[in-house]
């Protein structure tokens, strides 16, 4: 059997202040593919971190048996770099361009590689990026094209394993195509993070990290999508199975009661015609209570152990299921002229504009998907629309009220409180009102009191929903970028079905199809758009 090139021995990881965020996770990792998911802060991340030795785990053993590169989703880029220090080649690059103009030295020529080149363009041309020189800056390129590079540098190491922490976040159709054709084709080891449904598909395995451990599933997320609702479905029966047996007990516990009841009563009855010895009839009542006593015990412990049961099976089931968020309406009526834009045009400086003529109309209660590749204009056209900066021509006029959620959640106070940043969001909301509406969307008792700053991207998206959504009068306008790029597949789920049931305008800049579908978008304009 052959030797996986990375094998996890109870390990258990904890963040600085000690919070543990799985523990005793035995995985070995060979040459497939394994997606590994699980919610936003339960450690992902760190366990990535830790394989490759960035951080210690808390306990338990990491071995490695081959080589490994990386891709993490946080990551620092030195933009005056050049396309070759990211590869880690510019010496060699330099050498070889020194051989073959004839400058270099008979010990650099002897030292040249000379398939380097070859090499080079073929990695580059396996992303996309076949434009991109040994000498482009980073700085030249856009953070996807960036994040293409970063990827090409792994293959032209050709690693045993790889590592890949979210790596479509912030990348267009076609880059998240790309990536996923390298991991169809990838013969070695991988072990990706992320919550790109479709990249998901392309995995051998599905791992799923839980506090506890975790659980692996053969097959790829639609054979997970399976087996999670078989797994469901097995809940609900458990559910429904411990709901019957607490009220049989209830049950039995009522006709116990009621037949000492009965009994205790023709007790009293004969010591009321006193023709019994008071000693015999004392003897008798004192057996009655201490057997009331024992089967009131005895009937306690089995409605208490029958509720137990009731509340695990829940609890699973729970865990299992997608969270329901129910949102108040927005009272966007039926066909009103919302949104209109009139031959609006926009650049930056003296950059060529990103598009000129724009005209739009919508009309409540529309859903409007903004597609396109990055770098077309689709986030300035939702600061547009929201007031945030201004055209260089044309008009925006938006009929009611509106939020924008952009990729950084801006209208969260980072030093503030989830809950503080609701209060201040909607002044009018009591705090059971805030709290309730927190709940909703799973920031319960004291993670509603956690500051913005110490959330992860996922959280963030999520606590600005709330802030917005949550509030008893929504905007009638709800403008998002990319709101799934840092969340995990249980709250993408979450927040499809929220939109869902949210009756306003709806328009989104998203590059997850699957995403745009789960949320019932109407009508799709990419970018760069026509004239509308």
């Not at 060979?30 to 998911?37: C, F, K």
Request: overall charge negative; glycine content about 8%; some cysteine.
């Amino acid at each position: 059997m052959p030797v996986p090139f990375a094998t996890l021995s109870a390990v258990t990881c904890q963040t600085p202040d000690g919070q543990t965020l799985f523990e005793n996770l035995d995985l070995g990792i060979g040459a497939e593919r394994t997606g590994l998911i699980g919610p936003n802060g339960i450690g992902k991340t760190s366990l990535l971190r830790a394989l490759i030795g960035e951080t210690l785990s808390s306990s338990g053993a990491i071995t490695v048996n081959g080589s490994i590169g990386y891709l993490l989703q946080q990551r620092t880029v030195d933009l005056h770099q050049t396309v070759a220090d990211a590869f880690g080649i510019a010496d060699s690059f330099a050498r070889l361009v020194r051989a073959l103009s004839g400058e270099a030295s008979a010990d650099e020529v002897a030292a040249v590689d000379w398939a380097l080149e070859s090499r080079f363009e073929e990695a580059l041309a396996s992303v996309g990026m076949d434009s991109a020189t040994p000498d482009t800056r980073l700085g030249e390129l856009s953070g996807g094209q960036r994040t293409r590079i970063a990827l090409a540098a792994l293959l032209f190491k050709a690693p045993d394993l790889l590592i890949l922490d979210e790596p479509t976040n912030d990348l267009d159709a076609d880059g998240r195509k790309i990536v996923a054709e390298v991991l169809s084709n990838w013969t070695g080891g991988a072990l990706v993070v992320s919550h790109d449904r479709e990249l998901l598909r392309r995995m051998d395995r599905i791992v799923e990290l839980s506090s506890v451990g975790v659980r692996i599933y053969g097959g790829n997320w639609d054979h997970y999508q399976e087996r999670k609702a078989i797994e469901q479905a097995a809940a609900a029966a458990d559910v429904d199975h411990a709901a019957k047996h607490l009220r049989e007990t209830r049950k039995q516990a009522q006709q116990i009661k009621e037949r000492q009841a009965r009994r205790e009563s023709r007790g009293r009855a004969m010591r009321a015609k006193g023709d019994m010895p008071k000693l015999l009839l004392n003897a008798m009542r004192q057996r009655a209570e201490a057997t009331t006593g024992r089967l009131n015990q005895g009937t306690a412990g089995k409605i208490a152990e029958a509720s137990t049961d009731v509340q695990a099976a829940e609890t699973r089931l729970e865990r299992l299921s997608a969270p329901k968020i129910v949102l108040a309406s927005a009272n966007v009526p039926n066909g009103k002229t919302m949104l209109e834009l009139s031959d609006l045009s926009m650049r930056f400086g003296d950059q060529p504009p990103l598009f000129t003529g724009l005209n739009l109309h919508i009309t409540g209660p529309e859903r409007v998907a903004i597609t396109g590749a990055n770098g077309t204009g689709k986030s300035t056209l939702l600061h547009l629309i929201s007031g945030d900066i201004k055209p260089e021509s044309g008009s925006v006029r938006v009929h009611g009220p509106l939020a924008l959620l952009d990729q950084k959640v801006s209208l969260l106070d980072p030093e503030d409180t989830i809950r503080d940043n609701f209060k201040r969001l909607n002044p009018e909301s009591t705090e059971t009102d805030c709290r309730a509406a927190l709940a909703r969307f799973l920031f319960r008792a004291d993670f509603a009191l956690r500051k913005a700053v110490d959330l992860s991207g996922g959280e963030k998206m999520r606590a600005g929903l709330a802030c917005t959504l949550g509030a008893a009068e929504p905007p009638q306008i709800l403008l998002l970028d990319e709101p799934t790029n840092h969340l995990d597949l249980g709250s993408i789920e979450a927040i499809a079905a929220g939109l869902r049931a949210y009756d306003g305008v709806l328009i989104a800049v998203s590059h997850d199809p699957e995403f745009l579908k789960d949320i019932e978008i109407q009508r799709e304009i990419s970018f760069p758009p026509e004239q509308m």
